[in-house]
Structures are given as structure tokens and as C-alpha cells.
């Protein structure tokens, strides 16, 4: 990954950069599959560097021709190697063909599915999963789930070649049985679903290898948006590419009052400790000045955990005023509770038009809005929203289980109705911001 914040692309928009560098950049198909083989038989390499034994397991269309790169590679090493076959050779088109017809000549035999066994994928030192490629977008055919079981039970290192085999490149989302990578190399682009949901559990690590494609193209794909509601722009963000790209140093000369105000609003009658670690979250990330707006049991437990809360018993919203007045930003929702306190607290932070960061209970009243005749209410300016994947689904009124089949799907939808910056949690989080 070269840049600090790499670009993440969509299956339409790495087949766009194909097309243009085949039409456009004159690099014929049956060359970026050579690229694609090279770049899989060096991360072999490099992983596994005692690697002498392998097993291609090809599917018959451009996955599989990776495939064969791969292991006519491996036989021109001295390599032990045998391809399994999934699917008739028939269907074999195109520059998968001309791979297989490459491989066949440089000595690479090839075992039908049917003739593959526990044994044959247990005798090596590394399998490469060459079966399905980024168009799937359901189930796998029973043959080929056949053959991703076998893989899965071998217990050897596997490399997958663009995505693991029955994983929705797309949504990161396994309809069926999927690949279990040790190493994912993917080719041309990260794709989103390699980074989101179930992904997490079947990729391993991820390499990505641009195939020597022009870095001009990579931008006009990125416009590429077939479908509002998926992808556009988006990026990898880590901690480190954040030092780097905007997290800037402080003043020497700063203080608390010049490090902002943050009041957090929760901590109801036995709901005390969600209140009180959010406080001591704002504390601990950087906040000058933090207040907690709680139910009177909560205050001596705050000042006796972190002294530097102020903690303020609050018994009703209009007795928010004057903290809301003091605060830059609002935290509500952590030990909120949905009774008659937290709702009217909750009222009263959004009418005061501070930006506000909306947790835990906060979500849950604001998705209490789809059960009226009301309208969601306007967040204020700048609203940061962060469900997990079941409170995502209340806010949407969906299933949880919809949510997670494509978590890029629901973030987007997330930011159409509630017009604000949405954390959709889990595992690999996604961030996404309304366009004002």
C-alpha cells in the first residue's frame, strides 16, 4: 500500500480500470494475468520462503488463469506442484486459455476435482486459491463449495488470488462457504469487501499489486458510481495515516481553555458507568475541559474515578442550559436511558445545536423516530452518529442481518437519512460523511 490512505474501489470500478488499460493503455489482457501470476508467485515467496510444494486450485474462468501463471511459474522453479481443476476445461476462455495452454507446454498437469483428496492437498507446503474471482455475488456452486471445504479442513497456508473463493469482493459478505486465506493478494485495486464484515474472518493479510496500470487511470475510476448508494470516493484510514495527514501537534503555548469543551450527557440512575467512561474518553483523547451531565447517584463515582470530570447532577432537559451553553461539543447517549430523563435530555442537546457525537441510547431514541408520525430531526451541523451493526438496523428498520450482508450499503443509507458523519462499528469500521 503505497499511499497513507489508500483508495478503495468497488468490483465496477477495478473492471473500468481494466477496460481502460486493455483499450486505452494498449496492455493486453493475457500480460496483466502474467503480472498478476508473477506478483502471486513472489508473495509465495516471500511468506513462505521454504515453500518447495504446491497445489493450484483452479476455477475456469481469469481467477484460474492466474492460477496456471502461478503454477507454470512454480514448475520452471523446480517446484513440486500439482493444479486441481474445478468445472470443465471447455468453459476456459480467453486469456485463461492461453494461460492454461502456456502452463500445459511448460509441464504443469492438471487433476480433474473429482480425482482430489484430503491427501493430495494435504502433501504440500502452501495451496493457492485460484477457484472464484471478484464477480461472484451469491452462493457458491456446490462443486466449487466442495472443493472450499477441502481447502479449509487441509490446515495449510492458502493464498487466495484476488479474494478468497466464495467471498463477495463487493460487500464482504460470504453467502456460502468461503476460503480461509493465510494471504490475501488482490490485484489492480484494494476492494472494498476484502476490508469490511466476514472479510475480516477470510482474508489474512492483504497485499495488493497495482499490475503496472497507469496511476492516471486509478482517479477517473474512482468517479465511476453506478449506484449512489455503494461506494464513490473511499479510503483506508489508520491511526498512523492520520498523524500524518492531519493530526497536527499542539501549541506550545495551549491550555485547557484552548483545547475545547466537551459535555457529555448520560449516566442515568444505574447507568452511571457508561456516562463516566465516556467522560474519561474525552478526557484521554485530548478535550481541555470536560463535563458530565448525569442523574445525582452518578456524581460522587465520577469524582471519585477522575476528579477532573465535572460532574453536575442535571434532573430535567431544561436544566441543560447553561452546561449546553459552556460546551463546543455534545456526547450523548452512553448510560442515557430511553425513560422520560434521557428523552428529555436528549431533546434538549439536539435543540441547542451544538455539534453533537450520537451513542448507545441516543441512537436508540433517535430511531425511536421511525415509529411516529415525526419526521428523524435535524442533527446539527457536523453530528457524528456511531451504531453498531443492530442499532444501525433500527435506525434503517431493517435486519441486522441485512446490514452486515453489506455494511457499505447501510452506511451510505445511514447518511442519506440522517444527513451527518455515521461510524458504522464492527469489524472494519466504516466512516462515511454527508456532502452538505
Known amino acids: 500500500m503505497q499511499s497513507s490512505t ?14 481502460q488499460a486493455i483499450a486505452d493503455h494498449r496492455l493486453p489482457g493475457i500480460l496483466l494475468m502474467a503480472r498478476a501470476g508473477r506478483a502471486a508467485f513472489q508473495t509465495i515467496k516471500t511468506h513462505w520462503p521454504q515453500c518447495r510444494r504446491l497445489v493450484v486450485v483452479c476455477g475456469t474462468g481469469n481467477n484460474g488463469g492466474d492460477g496456471w501463471v502461478v503454477a507454470q511459474l512454480a514448475v520452471a522453479a523446480g517446484w513440486q506442484v500439482m493444479t486441481v481443476l474445478v468445472g470443465d476445461e471447455a468453459r476456459i476462455k480467453g486469456e485463461a ?4 495452454a502456456a502452463a500445459k507446454r511448460d509441464g504443469v498437469t492438471v487433476m480433474a476435482s473429482e480425482a482430489c483428496t484430503a491427501a493430495t492437498l494435504g502433501s504440500v507446503d ?25 481447502m479449509n479442513r487441509a490446515q495449510l497456508p492458502v493464498l487466495s488470488l484476488d479474494v478468497p473463493s466464495g467471498l463477495n469482493a463487493d460487500t464482504g459478505h460470504a453467502a456460502g462457504s468461503a476460503v480461509v486465506a493465510t494471504v490475501t493478494q488482490t490485484f489492480i485495486a484494494l476492494k472494498g469487501g476484502l476490508l469490511t464484515g466476514q ?18 487511470l486509478y482517479q477517473s475510476a474512482l468517479q465511476l458510481d453506478e449506484d449512489p448508494a455503494r461506494f464513490g470516493s473511499a479510503h483506508v484510514l489508520s491511526l498512523a495515516s492520520e498523524k500524518s495527514d492531519g493530526l497536527n501537534a499542539r501549541s506550545a503555548t495551549a491550555h485547557k481553555g484552548t483545547a475545547g469543551h466537551l459535555l457529555v450527557i448520560g449516566g442515568a440512575d444505574g447507568l452511571g458507568g457508561a456516562g463516566i467512561l465516556a467522560a474519561e474518553a474525552g478526557l484521554r483523547t485530548g478535550a481541555g475541559l470536560v463535563s ?17 470530570i465535572m460532574a453536575k447532577s442535571v434532573a430535567t432537559g431544561g436544566a441543560l442550559a447553561p452546561l449546553l451553553a459552556a460546551a463546543d461539543v455534545v456526547a450523548i447517549g452512553p448510560g442515557l436511558g430511553q425513560q422520560a430523563w434521557g428523552q428529555a435530555c436528549f431533546r434538549a442537546a439536539l435543540d441547542a445545536g451544538k455539534p453533537a457525537v450520537i451513542d448507545a441510547d441516543g441512537l436508540n431514541l433517535l430511531a425511536a423516530y421511525r415509529h411516529t408520525e415525526s419526521p428523524p430531526p435535524v442533527l446539527p451541523t457536523n453530528s457524528v452518529i456511531t451504531p453498531h451493526p443492530g442499532e444501525a438496523a433500527r435506525l ?29 462499528k464492527g469489524a472494519g469500521t466504516l466512516i462515511a460523511s454527508f456532502r452538505r
Open 199 to 216: 472479510a475480516r474472518a477470510y482474508c489474512g493479510d492483504i497485499h495488493c499489486a497495482t499490475l503496472g496500470l497507469p496511476a492516471t
Open 292 to 308: 458530565l451531565a448525569c442523574h445525582a447517584h452518578t456524581v460522587t463515582a465520577a469524582l471519585a474515578r477522575r476528579p477532573e
Open 6 to 19: 489508500p483508495a478503495v474501489y468497488s468490483v465496477a470500478q477495478v473492471r473500468e480500470l481494466e477496460r
Open 126 to 150: 502452501v495451496i493457492v486459491d485460484a477457484l472464484i474471482g471478484i464477480g461472484l455475488t451469491g452462493a457458491p456452486r456446490p462443486e466449487h463449495t466442495a472443493m472450499i471445504g477441502m
Open 97 to 100: 486459455r492461453l494461460a492454461l
Open 396 to 424: 434503517l428498520g431493517v435486519a441486522t442481518a441485512q446490514v452486515e450482508q453489506d455494511r457499505f450499503a447501510a452506511v451510505r443509507a445511514l447518511v442519506v437519512r440522517y444527513r451527518c458523519t455515521v461510524v458504522l
